[in-house]
């Protein structure tokens, strides 16, 4: 039983974020999607929103669950027993932050790896802050996001 942990800021998830999950649940027993409160990308989303949102998206997926985590990503791992942390590499872009997140995280919690996939091609230049970025001047993000997300952006950013 491998149980993966993938952390992130999901604010909100994208149709990226969901390639990656689905391509995690074939590898591993349970996959936790566990949403950091990240403050200091001040999100738009409160974190519960974040998961409500994240749930919903994922709600086909039978061995997936979301939660939010409010402590050190080290200490979430160790208590939910996970061996293994997920992150996505959508570019070279992404290696030096990920590379030196998986090198601290090895040393705070050594017993878990970190793995990396990578999202299909077509979703590899998403990120969250572009979407909120074309939601809020009123460009179409449907081939991006699930519709509860872009009913929850409408809501919450207005139609400009
Ligand atoms: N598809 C689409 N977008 C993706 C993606 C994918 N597969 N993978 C990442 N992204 C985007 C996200 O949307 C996000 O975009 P944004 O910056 O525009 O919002 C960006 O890439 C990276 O964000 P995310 O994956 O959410 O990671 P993060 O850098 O916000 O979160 C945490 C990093 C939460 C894992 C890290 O801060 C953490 O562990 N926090 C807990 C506290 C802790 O333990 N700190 C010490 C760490 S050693």
Known sequence: ?????????????????????????RLFEEVKVAIAISPSKKPLFPVEERVALAREVLAEHGNVTVCSFHCLLADFC?????????????????????FQLAGMNRRLVPEVETLFLTPAENFSYISSSLIKEIAGLGGDVSEFVHPVVQTALIEKLGRP
């Not at 039983?1 to 649940?25: E, N, Q, W």
């Not at 942390?85 to 070279?92: D, S, T």
């Open 78 to 98: 160790r208590k939910e027993r996970a061996q293994v942390i997920l992150r996505g590499l959508r570019a070279v872009s992404d290696f030096e932050y990920e």
């Open 1 to 25: 039983m491998v149980k993966a942990v993938y952390p992130g800021t999901f604010d909100p998830i994208t149709h990226g974020h969901s390639d990656l999950i689905g391509r995690a649940c």
